[in-house]
């Protein structure tokens, strides 16, 4: 069996067939360099995705600070983790790097503020 | 006010080149931007995808942004902030003005323009219909939703396949919006590959291509849009049409760089890239003045803005230690053979010593083309590629053995075999 997808680990974007059967995947082609192979192999099994989003801060000089989860998530919980990420509240000031969502739903990973405010 | 150099702009391209300026040796340099802090549009882009290249991380904008606001802090570079320039005269005295002191003229022996680029309005589309409020363009919408902090609409539908406008399409619909459907007027997307993918397919929104919006309804606000597929020469098909109901469209059509001060300057233009024409080391045809970053022309990537930016700092470093250097140049043009849209830069000096990368588009898409270089007739380098298109930035380097050996009646062209 044969699968097709475009990787997206950097903005190349190349075109990837993999070859697979029920033991696994036999053969990954098309990737430029060794990142597509890693791509193609969780994009098979557990999907994950960056996740980017603001959370609403308290007493701040801005209204939202940006946030991104410090490793690829789960595909299938970007909404759920949206929902977390929607009801969260952070009291300013916050700098880039600031753990704002410990382990966020259970996944072992936190999301992080990506900009400073005061 | 007197310093070496000015950098108008300080978005990534301006605090690029202003420390590539001082590592390379240039005393006074001040930094003059516009808004209220360093970081320029990459502070409301806080999607992830930055630096790849660079940084070999991927990182935020705001945080891309900041690293280099940080090392532009760690140096004697000034930054005035909340501060416009508007005004560059024939020996290059900048004008500016801000709230605090009023009008400025700083007197610059060199000036690198990095005012970035702008948004395409909707008054540069035609479009039938009502003026309703819930037509914006992607980047306002994308300060409303990130800076902010409040969301523009509920259904949304989006027109042109810019990397700006799928970014926001997967912003809103995270944020409980339903984008309907991504319109684009030409045959191919404009965005990369992999935003399609991250932003597009992975939430199951369409991209329509060759379709475009022809009429907006409602009255304060905006109740629907007629979508329709356009033939080749872009025209509306009759009978075609279909009703999409929304409450916000967004555009995505293109990004225009902001030249009004180097127009006024006297500085051509390419009619392409809607930049400076410029040599290798970013210098524009004025004496002393240089431009880098979405200003010259748009980039996909700050990686990219940020190798560009250093060379502009270099080049600038380089006149202000000998503006002579410059006078003696020998410009040879590059020109642009088939399937290319543009280069940069558009002549090289050859009497550079180091080799020399051009940048360019190509027109449409190519699967297996090849990209060819030829100096004088002789191909330089001969590349194949999967794939090209208008989308993405490509480049090809001229080594400076070949430039050794160019004169002034040498041609360079780049062009594309499919
Ligand atoms: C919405 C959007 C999404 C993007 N997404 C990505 C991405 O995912 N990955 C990626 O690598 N790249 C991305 N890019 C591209 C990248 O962000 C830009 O190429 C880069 O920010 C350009 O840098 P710049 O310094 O040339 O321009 P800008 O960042 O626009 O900075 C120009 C600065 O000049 C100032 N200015 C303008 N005129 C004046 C004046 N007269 N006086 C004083 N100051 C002035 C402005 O206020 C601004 O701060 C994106 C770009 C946009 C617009
Ligand atoms: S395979 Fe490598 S080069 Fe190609 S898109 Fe993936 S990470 Fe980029």
Redesign the pocket.
């Known amino acids: 069996m044969t699968k097709q997808m475009y990787c997206v680990a950097c ?1 190349l974007g190349c075109f990837i067939t993999v070859e697979y059967d029920d033991t696994g995947i036999l053969n990954v082609t098309g990737n430029t360099c060794k990142r597509g192979i890693d791509y193609a192999r969780t994009e098979m099994t557990n999907p994950t995705r960056s996740l980017t989003s603001t959370i609403r801060v308290i007493g701040g000089k801005r209204a939202v600070i940006p946030c991104k989860s410090h490793e690829p998530l789960p595909k299938n919980m970007m909404f759920d983790c949206m929902k977390e990420i929607n009801k969260a509240r952070v009291k300013a000031p916050a700098k880039i790097g600031d753990v704002l969502i410990p382990d966020i739903l259970g996944t072992g990973i936190d999301i992080v503020a990506t900009d400073n405010c005061d | 006010m007197k310093y070496d150099l000015v950098v ?8 690029a080149a202003a420390l590539k300026a001082k590592e390379e040796g240039v005393e006074k340099i001040v930094i ?4 209220v802090r ?5 502070n ?2 806080i ?1 992830t ?4 290249h660079y940084f070999k991380e991927e990182l935020s ?1 705001p945080e891309y942004a900041q690293r280099f606001a940080k090392q532009v802090a760690e140096t004697d570079i000034d930054v005035m902030l909340d ?4 005004d560059i005269d024939d020996d290059n005295n900048v004008t ?1 003005m801000n709230n605090r002191d009023g009008l400025i003229k700083i007197e610059a022996t060199a000036i690198i323009l ?4 702008r ?1 395409r309005p909707r008054g540069a589309l035609f479009m039938a219909g009502t003026r309703p409020s819930g037509v914006m363009t ?2 306002t919408a ?1 300060k409303y939703v990130n800076m902010d902090g409040y969301m523009p609409g509920k259904k949304i539908v989006i027109l042109g396949s810019g ?2 406008g799928l ?1 926001m399409a997967r912003r809103m619909t995270l944020e409980g919006a339903e984008v309907k459907m991504v319109c684009e007027i030409m045959p191919y997307s404009g965005g990369l590959t992999r ?1 399609i993918v991250q932003c597009l397919n992975d939430f199951n929104i369409p991209l329509y291509l060759s379709t475009t919006v022809i009429a907006t309804h409602g009255r304060e606000r905006l109740e629907g849009v007629t979508i329709a597929k356009v033939d080749e020469r872009l025209n509306p098909i009759p009978g075609t049409e279909e009703y999409v109901e929304c409450d916000t469209l967004m555009l995505s059509v293109g ?1 225009i760089p ?1 030249n009004e ?1 180097t127009k006024d300057a006297g500085i051509s233009i390419d009619r392409i890239t809607r930049g400076a024409v410029v040599d290798e080391l970013r210098a524009t045809e004025k004496k002393g003045v240089f431009a ?4 010259l022309q ?6 990219f ?1 940020t190798l560009e ?1 250093y060379l502009a700092g270099k080049g600038a470093a380089k006149y202000i230690k000998n503006p002579a250097a410059f006078d003696d140049a020998v410009y040879v043009k590059t020109t642009t053979g088939n399937g290319v849209g543009y280069i940069v830069p558009q002549r090289v000096n050859i009497k550079t010593d180091e080799d020399v990368k051009l940048y360019f588009r190509v027109r449409q898409v190519y699967k297996n083309a090849r990209v060819i270089l030829e100096v004088d007739g002789e191909t330089v380098s001969n590349k194949k590629k999967i794939k090209l298109a208008p989308g993405e930035m490509e480049d090809v380097t001229i080594p400076k053995e070949i430039i050794e050996k160019m004169t002034d009646k040498s041609e360079i062209s780049v062009r594309v075999e499919a």
């Not at chain 2, 003059?32 to 808004?35: H, T």
């Open positions: 903005p | 108008i702009g300080g978005g990534p391209a301006g605090m003059l931007e516009r808004d360093l970081g320029g549009i990459l409301q882009c999607h995808g930055f630096g790849l904008g501060t416009m320039v508007i500016a990095a005012m970035g680029c948004e992607a980047g994308q990397d700006i970014i935003n990004l902001e001060l880098c970053g979405n200003v748009v980039h996909d990537l700050v990686d803005v930016s």
